[in-house]
């Protein structure tokens, strides 16, 4: 195995894209991506449920969102698809960074891992970005109602998620960036700070 120059970058993006994929799993499934409120009732939606808790005592109904949605329904699939696509890819980056800092490999190979690496963890930002950009408007004729529907903490934690992934893909992209200084400077047997 090469000498490894530090691993910090990639550490911390390991890091980072674990944290990322956890936050994301809950903020996808859970029923708070946008909630309204009116004098009667409190609604909450997600890609999944969509409920109304009643003022009162008369408790929670749920009903799937896919029924909640007439005219966005298309919106509806290519939110929820490119959101699933940002979580597979997360993971996807997760498997090629871990694998790149395990294997036992060619230098050339784990380069090639941590490449396609960054290439994935770029695909799940923008990925989730087209999710969160989806949304508003599904949520707008959830709400059917003449208030604006804020956005709950599930569309929250997605957003975060999402923000640490474009955190990772830097880090990634660090750590590739000085990985090739200190192979340039082994080739060409420099200091990496020369002492005037």
């Not at 959830?142 to 880090?171: H, K, N, Q």
Request: proline letters at 3%.
């Amino acid at each position: 195995m090469e000498d490894e120059p530090d691993l910090i970058f990639i550490g911390a993006s390991l890091l980072v894209l674990v944290v990322s994929s956890i936050l994301f799993i809950v903020g996808l499934s859970t029923p708070y991506f946008s909630e309204t409120i009116s004098v009667k009732y409190k609604t909450y939606s997600g890609l999944w449920k969509h409920c109304l808790d009643y003022v009162g005592d008369r408790g929670v109904e749920c009903e799937e969102t896919v029924n909640k949605v007439t005219k966005e329904k298309d919106e509806l699939k290519v939110c929820k698809s490119m959101l699933i696509l940002g979580l597979l890819s997360i993971l996807a980056s997760i498997f090629c960074v871990a694998f790149s800092l395990c294997l036992r490999c060619k230098p050339t190979e784990r380069r090639i891992l941590r490449i396609f690496g960054i290439v994935i963890t770029l695909v799940a930002v923008v990925c989730i970005s087209i999710g969160v950009a989806v949304y508003p408007n599904i949520a707008r004729e959830i709400a059917d109602s003449l208030t604006e529907p804020f956005y709950g903490s599930s569309y929250t934690l997605c957003v975060i998620a999402m923000c640490l992934t474009g955190l990772a893909a830097i880090f990634q992209i660090m750590d590739l960036i000085y990985r090739l200084c200190v192979l340039e400077r082994k080739r060409n047997r420099q200091p990496l700070i020369s002492h005037n």
